[in-house]
């Protein structure tokens, strides 16, 4: 397994969650890594990303509530969500790809994927 997501579980509605994403090979410190996040019926959307210095881009739905974070000395990221929301609720994927170029947003511009990690909001 190339990327590991971690960190989801059943939360009441305003609480807050802190995702990881470990990557296993040292060549993905360097690489573009995101979030995305499907909900039951719905495509897989675009959360947020961040590249290997450090610039954030968010969706405009995460603005606010998310916050992005990498540690290239551990090979991780990690997606702190507060004031969880019941539309929050989804399965969250990170993402990593070579290049920062191109379309963050486009779950076709990311070669590799974790494997999801459930997030539940209980209202």
């Known amino acids: 397994v190339q990327l590991q997501a971690s960190g989801g579980g059943l939360v009441q509605a305003g609480g807050s969650l802190k995702l990881s994403c470990a990557a296993s090979e040292s060549r993905f410190k360097t690489y573009l890594k995101a979030w995305f996040r499907q909900a039951p019926g719905k495509e897989r959307e675009f959360v947020a990303g961040i590249n290997w210095s450090g610039s954030a881009s968010y969706a405009d739905s995460a603005k606010g509530r998310f916050t992005i974070s990498r540690d290239n000395a551990k090979n991780t990221i990690s997606l702190q969500i507060n004031n969880l929301k019941s539309e929050d609720t989804a399965v969250y994927y990170c993402?990593?790809?070579?290049?920062?170029?191109?379309?963050?947003?486009?779950?076709?511009?990311?070669?590799?994927w974790g494997q999801g990690t459930q997030v539940t909001v209980s209202s």
């Open positions: 993402a990593s790809d070579l290049l920062d170029s191109g379309n963050w947003k486009s779950e076709t511009k990311y070669k590799f």
